[in-house]
Nanobody
Framework: QVQLVESGGGLVQPGGSLRLSCAAS????????MYWVRQAPGKGLDWISS????????YYADSVKGRFTISRDNAKNTVYLQMNSLKPEDTAVYYC?????????WGQGTQVTVSS
């Protein structure tokens, strides 16, 4: 059974940090590009970061570049998103997404709220 389980969300003050984790199981994690996507209240899905299968290539949306860092540990079947200098506009449900040429899988999401 394929599972992607996000964790690490919560309430944080502006300027604070959070580290999201996404634990994968049921598929060959190391063969999948991994993505973080978020959905702010009342808005659509918004891609924010992706990482290649081996972790050697990473990409970021302009809105998070320089503040967020994506990484993965293929031995632990886990992808991370380190989020620093958080802003109220980062408030959203954050989803991890696994993609290969033939399949795509989604986690259930974790809520991140940035508020004072």
């Amino acid at each position: 059974q394929v599972q992607l389980v996000e964790s690490g969300g919560g309430l944080v003050q502006p300027g604070g940090s959070l580290r999201l984790s996404c634990a994968a199981s049921g598929f060959t994690f190391s063969s999948y590009w991994m993505y973080w996507v978020r959905q702010a209240p009342g808005k659509g899905l918004d891609w924010i970061s992706s990482i290649s299968t081996g972790g050697g290539s990473t990409y970021y949306a302009d809105s998070v570049k320089g503040r967020f860092t994506i990484s993965r540990d293929n031995a632990k079947n886990t992808v991370y998103l380190q989020m620093n200098s958080l802003k109220p506009e980062d408030t959203a449900v954050y989803y991890c997404n696994a993609r290969s040429q033939f399949f795509t899988y989604w986690g259930q999401g974790t809520q991140v709220t940035v508020s004072s």
